[in-house]
């Protein structure tokens, strides 16, 4: 019988090509009501049974995590990869030990084989510190190897610049969420990193069911109102369903499902090491169908085809991840509600002393009171963001080699400390961008461009004699806050 082919991510770490995700065991659970654990690993043991013994969860599937465990305790041979979505915090060694412990606890296990890491604001940079601490777990055998999830392409670089061992990251892909295949797959191939891809079905949307279907008015489950979203942000119901009759046809070629081509389109990228495909616990597990997968490929009329359905739809915005970042919010109730209560800020706001209405932002830097002066400062309308390095924590230079990882992180900086303010990045009006190197100008300029590419302010870099430290670029802002 054919398996799912595997792929290593690293010497360390064999994977199956398709794995089983357990995001719906959150949907199955939401009122309240657990799947029994025994009950839920003889589901699991049927998928293993079949060769599909690589699993996906997270801290937030529900009791996921558990049932695997039950399945483990059986000395069930499976590979696990699961995730840790912590709320924006300090990230202090003890927050992280205890953060992956629980994974183990839950697991029943001395070692997760791959932890994957999710961050909710690029605006507090504790996330660093995560990921430093979950290298030094690696290093004691907690971890075999670290994965990222939701990350886009600037901020991957930025971690793998900063030294950090990332073997994946976990995105969304699809014939209608085409993200992925830019900038991200550009930075896995530079790096050697592999991409892990959710949604390839769009929550079940790319399948016969829906084949010249009217638009649904309805929807129940957590995953269709997330993919309808998506749907409605790529065109609306004709563009995707343009798109679905193109894989109808291509499907009717090859003698497989719609599914089969919209999640064989996805692994055929090269970035793609593994497609998750959904599990609802104790419904029609479909592995058949999935195994034909690896029975078929695509050839250039197929991928003609589907290009030319492409046309019809509208790409989403941004890149991967800013669905949980940034306004559309494509998740399932719109927004941010089901996932976090607050955003908490990394920096400090105060009123200036003797200045009736002006308020400022203080970051932490030890400069900041060597020096005196603030991050940021506001004044009425206005706002001035003092010249910012890629300082982490109260010295650290981030990513050292890299000026185009250091330009990331110190817009994040610049950011957050707006945000503080009640601005953000659509006021900024002016930047002046300081370098040390002229060869590094086409790498801070696309760092820029990825935060300023519709805003536009008016800008000037200046080449200097050098910057003091481990520092290859400095920015600073103004922005105006308009009525």
């Avoid at 064999?14 to 309240?32: N, P, S």
């Avoid at 930025?158 to 990332?166: E, K, M, S």
């Avoid at 790096?191 to 929807?219: A, N, R």
Wanted: aromatic share 8%; with cysteine; charged share 25%.
């Amino acid at each position: 019988m054919t398996q799912p082919e595997t792929i290593a991510l690293s010497d360390r770490l064999t994977i199956r090509r398709a794995l089983v995700g357990l995001w719906q065991v959150a949907d199955i659970e939401k009122d309240g009501d657990l799947i029994d654990p025994e009950i839920g690993a003889d589901h699991l043991a049927a998928y293993a049974d079949a060769g599909f013994d690589t699993f996906d969860m997270a801290d937030h599937y529900g009791t996921s995590e558990i049932i695997t465990g039950a399945l483990l305790s059986r000395g069930a041979k499976a590979t696990v990869c699961t995730k840790w979505c912590p709320v924006p915090g300090p990230m202090t060694a003890d927050v992280v030990r205890a953060g992956v412990q629980e994974r183990l606890d839950r697991l029943g296990v001395d070692q997760v084989d791959l932890l994957q890491f999710h961050w909710w604001s690029f605006e507090h940079p504790a996330w660093l510190d995560a990921l430093h601490e979950m290298a030094k777990l690696r290093d004691d055998g907690l971890i075999k190897e670290i994965g990222l999830t939701n990350f886009d392409a600037a901020h991957l670089h930025l971690a793998l610049a900063d030294g950090v061992p990332i073997v994946s990251n976990q995105v969304p892909c699809s014939l209608l969420d085409r993200r992925a295949t830019g900038p991200l797959s550009e930075v896995c191939a530079q790096w050697g990193v592999k991409l892990l891809c959710y949604g390839t079905l769009q929550g079940g949307f790319l399948s016969e069911k829906w084949l010249d279907q009217p638009e649904p008015t309805q929807i129940a489950d957590w995953s269709k109102m997330k993919y309808k979203r998506f749907i409605d942000t790529a065109g609306g119901w004709q563009a995707y369903q343009t798109v679905l009759n193109a894989a109808a046809d291509v499907a009717a070629k090859h003698g497989v499902s719609i599914a089969n081509v919209a999640t064989r389109w996805v692994l055929e990228n090269k970035a793609v090491a593994g497609v998750i495909i959904g599990a609802r616990l104790g419904e029609a597990q479909h592995s058949e169908d999935n195994l034909k997968l690896f029975r078929f490929e695509l050839d250039a009329e197929d991928h003609a085809r589907l290009s030319a359905a492409f046309e019809a739809t509208t790409p989403l915005p941004g890149d991967c991840g800013d669905e949980y970042r940034k306004p559309p919010f494509l998740t399932a109730s719109g927004d941010l509600s089901h996932h976090l209560d607050t955003m908490p800020s990394a920096v400090t706001v105060e009123d200036v002393p003797g200045r009736p209405g002006e308020r400022r932002v203080l970051s932490g830097s030890e400069w900041e009171d060597i020096a005196g002066y603030c991050r940021a400062h506001r004044i009425g309308d206005r706002v001035f963001v003092s010249g910012t390095t890629a300082t982490h924590g109260l010295n650290r230079a981030v990513a050292p080699d890299d000026a185009g990882a250091q330009t990331t992180y110190i817009l994040d900086k610049i950011s957050a400390a707006l945000t503080a303010l009640g601005s953000g990045m659509e006021d900024v009006v002016r930047t002046r961008v300081y370098l040390s190197d002229a060869e590094d100008v086409l790498a801070v300029s696309k760092a820029h461009g990825r935060v300023f590419g519709e805003i536009k302010p008016a800008n000037t870099l200046f080449q200097i004699g050098q910057l003091i430290g481990d520092y290859k670029v400095e920015i600073e802002a103004e922005a105006l806050i308009r009525p």
